[in-house]
Each structure stands twice: as structure tokens, then as C-alpha cells.
């Protein structure tokens, strides 16, 4: 669930399925977002996975989708506070996402997810077949991802640490 922006590295995430669709053939990659998707159909092609990445364009029944996904993959190249990520750590999926910007304070690898190297195609497949193949430790990511989310990432909780800042740094000018 990403635009498809150059910053969200969409080709390393094709790539990455097409090195897990080798050991799964069944599996399908579902690309939701707005943007220029021909590239993206292009490489799917080139890769021989065409047929299993399927475009869903924009839509408004996010929810539905993560429901509907075994896990959430983002193989974004620079991330600050993903909103997405933890809308689906919430919706109980576990996250392979990229080792960039906040996604590490996010992810805890092997509890909520994995996070991997940025451009590392590779990587990112071998996780996603680890993945796949296990629905127990899915299912204990999922729920562990969604009590990260609630007990660290919720808008009161940035709101306090917000105001705190502030606190702190008006209290440091006070004292000068």
C-alpha cells in the first residue's frame, strides 16, 4: 500500500517476489496505490511473475486489504513514521519492510517482523518465502505487531512525547 513513487522502491519489491514466487508458486503479489504502473508491469513481465502481481489501483477499503494479506512488505528506499506500516501491524499482519528511517523503532525483527537491507531483492524474497511458509509465527508477529502499535505508536502517546519535547527545551532555556 504505497504510491508508486521512486522512494517507495516498488522494482526491489517485484524482485523480491519473483525470487519467492520460485519457491511458491501459488503466492501473489498485491500492489495497491496510484502512479505510473507501466514500469512495474514491465519488470513483472520481464521477471516471468506478471500474471501473479496483481494492480489494484487506488483504493479506500485498505482494511479490507490487509484482511485480506498474509503480510505487509515495503521495500521503500527512505521512510519516516510510516503510516501505512502501522495501519497493517495493527490490522495484525506482520511486516518485512526496509531498514530505513523509522521502520526500525517500528519493527521489532523477528518479533512484530523482519526488516532488511534497502535494495537487497534477494533478502527481501528469502523473507518473504520464511514468511509464507510459517502461518503460526505469522500469526504471533501479527498479534505481537498490533500490541507494539497500541502500547508505543498511538496519537495520544505522540502527543505527549510532543509536548514533552517542549517542555524540555523551554525548561533548558529557563535555566540559561
Request: glycine share 8%; no cysteine; hydrophobic share 45%.
Amino acid at each position: 500500500v504505497a504510491r508508486f513513487h521512486p522512494v517507495k522502491d516498488h522494482p526491489t519489491l517485484v524482485r523480491a517476489f519473483s525470487v519467492a514466487s520460485r519457491e511458491l508458486p501459488d503466492a501473489r503479489l498485491l500492489l495497491v496505490g496510484g502512479g505510473d504502473e507501466a514500469p512495474l508491469r514491465a519488470l513483472a513481465s520481464e521477471l516471468g511473475v506478471g500474471d501473479r502481481v496483481v494492480f489494484a489501483g487506488v483504493r479506500r477499503d485498505i482494511p479490507a486489504i490487509y484482511a485480506a494479506s498474509d503480510l505487509f512488505a515495503m521495500a521503500s528506499l527512505s521512510e519516516g513514521t510510516s503510516v501505512t506500516l502501522l495501519e497493517a501491524m495493527l490490522s495484525e499482519r506482520p511486516a518485512l519492510v526496509t531498514e530505513v528511517g523509522g521502520n526500525p523503532e517500528i519493527v521489532a525483527p523477528g518479533v512484530t517482523g523482519e526488516l532488511v537491507p534497502r535494495g537487497d531483492h534477494a533478502a527481501m524474497g528469502a523473507a518473504m518465502v520464511a514468511l509464507l511458509r510459517d502461518p503460526e509465527r505469522r500469526a504471533r508477529m501479527g498479534a505481537a505487531g498490533r500490541r507494539r502499535v497500541l502500547e508505543r505508536f498511538t496519537q495520544a502517546q505522540n502527543a505527549a512525547a510532543t509536548v514533552d519535547v517542549y517542555r524540555r527545551m523551554l525548561t533548558r532555556s529557563e535555566e540559561k
